[in-house]
């Protein structure tokens, strides 16, 4: 099974950018499709991006679209998040988590497995 642990949280100020990582371990990274989630207090978890295997494709909330990127490295057993022009209804717990197959959805309850959550707040 893999294992997935996130870094790169932070606080920010409204504008600014922050970079999230999340390695995964104990298994073949090239293997899952990946996404990112977050959840807010006393909110549901929300799905952010996803990207496929391969990185051919990928898919977005449309609450961050044209601001957040989603990359990854398959050598690097490591998948991104880019985020820009960040606001205040951003910040949120995010948390990486992958699945064996690609689906053009951000249904958490397609994911099996789960990171521990890197903070993100913005303030305005």
């Known amino acids: 099974q893999v294992q997935l642990l996130e870094s790169g949280g932070g606080s920010v100020q409204a504008g600014g950018s922050l970079r999230l990582s999340c390695v995964a371990s104990g298994d073949t990274f090239s293997k899952y499709s990946m996404g990112w989630f977050r959840q807010a207090p006393v909110k549901d978890r929300e799905g952010v991006a996803r990207i496929s295997a391969g990185s051919s494709f990928s898919h977005y909330a449309d609450s961050v679209k044209g601001r957040f990127t989603i990359s990854r490295d398959n050598a690097r057993n490591t998948l991104f998040l880019q985020m820009n022009s960040l606001k205040p209804e951003d910040s949120a717990m995010y948390y990486c988590?992958?699945?064996?197959?690609?689906?053009?959805?951000?249904?958490?309850?397609?994911?099996?497995?789960w990171g521990q959550g890197t903070q993100v707040t913005v303030s305005s």
């Open positions: 988590a992958a699945t064996y197959e690609w689906d053009r959805t951000l249904k958490s309850a397609d994911f099996g497995f």
